[in-house]
Nanobody
Framework: QVQLAESGGGLVQAGGSLILSCAAS????????MGWFRQAPGKEREFVAA????????YYADSVKGRFTISRDNAKNTVYLQMNSLKPEDTAVYYC??????????????????WGQGTQVTVSS
């Protein structure tokens, strides 16, 4: 069992930056692929970024590539999402998730076993 808790969301102006954190409980954090997803009002949940168990491989949605950076600290059981050059269309609830599956499926929400409660990110124009 893994419990995930996101933090760091808030209100920011377009062009600004935020860093989200996701703290995981348990001693097996390093055995999970970690991902970030988001859901805007009236829209389906979408993949944002994922990171492999070691942190050596990352994968991004085209919409955030070059602006967002995912990282993890296995010693601290934490995954991060650094978000730069934020746009109003980045406004959403952001969720972190943990998957015991393969990294090649890390953009598929159904592959994830555990989810956090989400943190709101609002980007004003």
């Amino acid at each position: 069992q893994v419990q995930l808790a996101e933090s760091g969301g808030g209100l920011v102006q377009a062009g600004g930056s935020l860093i989200l954190s996701c703290a995981a409980s348990g001693r097996t954090f390093s055995s999970y692929v970690m991902g970030w997803f988001r859901q805007a009002p009236g829209k389906e949940r979408e993949f944002v970024a994922a990171i492999s168990r070691s942190g050596g491989t990352t994968y991004y949605a085209d919409s955030v590539k070059g602006r967002f950076t995912i990282s993890r600290d296995n010693a601290k059981n934490t995954v991060y999402l650094q978000m730069n050059s934020l746009k109003p269309e980045d406004t959403a609830v952001y969720y972190c998730a943990a998957s015991s599956g393969g990294f090649r499926d890390s953009d598929i929400g159904l592959e994830y076993d555990y989810w956090g409660q989400g943190t709101q990110v609002t980007v004003s124009s």
